[in-house]
């Protein structure tokens, strides 16, 4: 094919000749921003996981506590190995647990666990997140 004088060879390959290789660029942009929505999906399932966890532990160790049977730190002690079996022990770093009145003067058992925000990558919240589990207490039911 000769070349036509006064006309660019490109403008003889068609029309559409001008996007050839877009979509490869197009296919990068949105992949990178397709992987960035996912990787935030991610990191709130993962951290929805460690708070639920650790509010389940919480319950369980305030129970654990609220027996009337129960020694004294049996709730942060049950709290401390539920946390680190099903976790890992750097989440049962900070467990507390104390004996609570409420307004209507109801005993309860609180455990408090502070824990850190779990982090994937450099992309996330940081900081801690603190939940509580609470339980009646058995002692004060009178015992027939």
Avoid: K
Avoid at 70 to 90: C, F, N, Y
Avoid at 106 to 128: D, F, K, M, N, Q
């Amino acid at each position: 094919m000769a070349a036509i004088p006064g006309r660019r060879w490109t403008a003889l390959a068609g029309p559409g000749s001008r996007e050839r290789g877009s979509a490869v660029a197009e296919f990068v942009m949105v992949a990178g921003l397709l992987l960035l929505i996912a990787v935030g999906v991610f990191q709130l399932g993962l951290t929805l996981h460690v708070r639920n966890t650790l509010v389940a532990c919480a319950a369980e160790g305030a129970r654990a506590g609220a027996r009337a049977d129960a020694p004294e730190g049996q709730a942060t002690a049950r709290t401390v190995a539920l946390i680190t079996d099903g976790l890992s022990s750097a989440y049962a770093a900070q467990v507390t647990s104390h004996r609570v009145t409420t307004a209507d003067g109801v005993r309860v058992v609180e455990v408090t666990v502070t824990a850190p925000t779990p982090i994937i990558g450099l992309l996330g919240p940081s900081g801690t997140m603190t939940v509580t589990g609470r339980a009646f207490d058995e002692r004060q039911v009178a015992t027939p």
